[in-house]
């Protein structure tokens, strides 16, 4: 099982480009590496998920280095409502109850 | 319903009472997690589901947590003889497949055990 460590807080202002790493340094090669969010009082929401070097969608953006041995997740132009908790988030398609394991992610607080 | 859906959400017990907690996934959807959050920490596993077959357990606490989804749609998670130590909001989340695609969650039961 791949353990994840992030930073657990940050700052940003309205506007500002969010880049939050996540390492996982003993990732397996069947490995997906996801990013949920969470407000509170809600469950977590899927933002991204990748294997290798860079998936964007409408909302982030996933960096991954050629060893995998960590990701970036990017998010563009932040506003107040994106003030919430990232989670990282390893796991093989093949080790389900393994996929899903989330650590204690980071809080992302967005100032005005 | 278009989401996870759980009841009830919010729950009060005493110490010592049972109490079950109610998930309905998204129709369709082959796989069902249960989850624990503590305040201020991110969720623990607690169980996996594929249809109605429960292939992982391993993150119960204790025989006291019992889960079940007997037609492969709705789900319980029981606890029994609640502690103060089991206050805490319970998520549900299902995907569509058992490929490691996107979980929904819903928006938890928080139980608080008094």
């Known amino acids: 099982l791949a353990k994840t460590t992030q930073p657990i807080s940050m700052d940003s202002y309205e506007g500002q480009e969010v880049n939050i790493t996540c390492s996982h340094n003993?990732?397996?090669?069947?490995?997906?590496i996801t990013w949920y969010q969470q407000f509170p009082s809600q469950g977590p929401r899927f933002i991204i998920q990748?294997?290798?070097t860079k998936v964007t969608n409408e909302v982030a953006s996933l960096f991954i280095p050629a060893d995998r041995k960590s990701s970036t997740l990017s998010l563009p132009r932040v506003s107040l409502s994106d003030t919430a908790v990232y989670y990282c988030?390893?796991?093989?398609?093949?080790?389900?109850?393994?996929?899903?394991?989330f650590g204690p992610g980071t809080r992302l607080s967005v100032l005005p | 319903g278009a989401g996870v859906s759980q009841s009830p959400r919010y729950k009060v017990a005493k110490r010592g009472q049972d109490v079950a907690l109610r998930c309905d996934p998204i129709?369709?959807?082959?796989?069902l997690f249960w989850y624990q959050q503590a305040l201020g920490q991110g969720p623990e596993f607690l169980t996996y589901f594929q249809n109605e077959a429960q292939l992982d357990k391993s993150g119960l606490p204790s025989d006291r947590f019992f889960a079940e989804r007997p037609e492969g749609s709705v789900s319980t998670l029981k606890i029994q003889r609640t502690q103060q130590e089991d206050s805490a909001v319970y998520l549900c989340?299902?995907?569509?497949?058992?490929?490691?695609?996107?979980?929904?969650f819903g928006q938890g039961t928080r139980l608080t055990v008094v």
């Open positions: 003993n990732i397996a090669t069947n490995d997906y």
């Open positions: 989340a299902s995907t569509l497949s058992d490929r490691g695609d996107e979980a929904f």
């Open positions: 990748g294997y290798k």
């Open positions: 988030l390893v796991g093989a398609t093949d080790n389900y109850g393994q996929n899903f394991v």
């Open positions: 129709s369709g959807h082959v796989s």
